[in-house]
């Protein structure tokens, strides 16, 4: 990728997968259809993979995943990342109040580079994703491009308010209603809007504590818009990302994978 900043793969994977329990290993080490070499079928391809390929793709020399202490399969599953031809590096989560404090974990690692992020269990359909989201950042010179697509089921997801030059005046964590009909399922991000985040994080930290609640990485978008960092939108087609975080939507993905 054409970008001045070393590019790399941040994976909050420390999530309990609880709409999905009872399951004998990670639900991001799932099945989801086949590897391929031309026309020969491979072994089974595992759903983080998708992911871990698309991020690759993306530039991304360096990968974090972030687990929950007992998630020790998928290390043990994709090991150092040759396979993938880049590195991968585990952390264990610290604070347990959501997906912007597992990200944080990885702050040392990451403060100074490109960072393309996205969720194990949502898988991206569309070639070169964060290859568009990338040449999109060093076009605008945003702090953070999100991937975008139209959904049906906006209170499942974020939804962004998404305007024709594509830049996003918000971000609306799983919103009971909606006007819009577009939400963002993976992003790419700089060194800017990571320091914001470190220091929101720390900044709320005591409330999220008391709360009993998990923070997503939609409010903290939220918060930066709010506090003047430039997100831009990068629309992908409507079926291009497919969440397999319940058992219909799973069902979905092996059948349409398989």
């Known amino acids: 990728m054409d970008t001045p900043l070393p590019i790399v793969g941040l994976i909050p ?3 309990l997968a609880t709409r999905l329990q009872p399951l004998p290993f990670s639900k991001e080490l799932y099945p989801i259809g086949f590897g391929s070499e031309g026309e020969i079928i491979g ?9 871990v ?30 396979s993938y031809s880049l590195n991968i590096a585990y952390m264990l989560m610290g604070l347990p109040f959501g997906a912007p404090y597992s990200a944080d974990q990885a702050y040392t690692f990451v403060k100074d580079k490109l960072v393309l992020f996205g969720f194990p269990d949502i898988l991206l359909a569309e070639p070169g994703a964060f290859a568009h989201l990338v040449a999109k950042q060093a076009e605008t010179e945003a702090d953070v491009v999100l991937g975008v697509f139209e959904v049906d089921n906006p209170d499942k997801w974020d939804v962004v308010e998404l305007h024709s030059d594509g830049s996003i005046a918000n971000v609306y964590p ?11 399922a993976f992003a790419c991000w700089s060194p800017s809007f990571t320091a914001f985040m470190h220091a929101y994080l720390q900044q709320i930290q005591e409330s999220i504590s008391t709360s009993g ?34 058992p219909e939507d799973l069902r979905k993905a092996i059948i349409k994978y398989t």
């Open 174 to 184: 799983k919103p009971h209603q909606s006007k819009s009909i577009y939400a963002w």
């Open 43 to 51: 072994h089974p391809k595992v759903a983080a993979a998708y992911l």
């Open 213 to 246: 609640k998990e923070l997503s990485i939609g409010a903290v978008l939220q918060a930066a818009i709010k506090n003047g960092l430039r997100v831009q939108g990068v629309q992908f087609s409507k079926d291009s990302c497919l969440d397999i975080g319940t």
């Open 13 to 15: 994977a420390a999530g």
């Open 53 to 82: 390929e698309q991020m690759a793709a993306g530039g991304a020399e360096q990968l974090y995943f972030i687990l929950r202490s007992g998630k020790w399969d998928i290390p043990a599953y994709f090991g150092d990342g040759s």
